[in-house]
């Protein structure tokens, strides 16, 4: 991949990698970049899990993961590592979770989405 990434502005940070909002100039599309720290003790878990994650294929309750490569991320830097993903607009689970509770209906939607995708990865290998 080596794409060029044009920084939109920083999303949240993780366990294991910042995420950004980016444009991927060569396909003239917005991405999720999440750039995994390089400090983070379990970097190569963390990319394995991802190229995995390119593998399994689409499903709905999946983001879908474009790539895992090293990347330049203009005002960032060059050659970082990062799992380049769909750009899914919508609400911050994150914030969500401290937030007002889910009501049954919500709680039952999201594991049931969570579930099949599980089913779905277990399926894939």
């Not at 911050?92 to 509770?101: K, M, S």
């Amino acid at each position: 991949m080596n794409d060029r990434l044009t920084l939109i502005g920083a999303i949240d940070s993780g366990l294991y990698g910042r995420v950004y909002k980016a444009e991927q100039v060569n396909l003239g599309r917005i991405v999720a970049v999440k750039i995994i720290k390089p400090d983070f003790p379990d970097v190569a878990d963390a990319i394995a899990h991802a190229k995995k994650l390119v593998q399994i294929g689409p499903h709905n309750n999946l983001v879908t993961v474009f790539g895992v490569e090293c990347v330049t991320i203009d005002k960032v830097g060059e050659n970082l590592p990062a799992v380049v993903m769909e750009w899914l607009d919508g609400e911050n689970l994150g914030r969500r979770l401290n937030g007002p509770r889910f009501t049954r209906q919500e709680t039952r939607r999201i594991c049931t989405g969570m579930f099949d995708a599980v089913e779905h990865m277990h399926a894939a290998g």
